[in-house]
């Protein structure tokens, strides 16, 4: 499984911002999890980061 901190610092170096999970979790769960918010980027952009986010994780899932 991916670990969403090593996760967020992938995705911002391919120009998307996600959060990690772990902060929204108060039972320390969360590890795996990560935050979208769309609510501030223009809509033409949201399927340009979710293209981009899912190939690292395509990347990432290969070399688990």
């Known amino acids: 499984a991916l670990e969403s901190a090593e996760l967020t610092r992938s995705a ?18 969360g590890a795996e999890n990560v935050r979208l918010s769309f609510s501030r980027v223009e809509d ?4 340009e980061g979710i293209g981009r986010l899912a ?3 395509a990347d990432e899932g290969r070399r688990a």
Do not use: K, Q, S
């Open 12 to 29: 911002a170096a391919r120009g998307v911002a996600i959060v990690p999970g772990r902060p929204f979790f108060p039972d320390g769960r």
């Open 44 to 47: 033409e952009l949201i399927d």
């Open 55 to 57: 190939a690292l994780v």
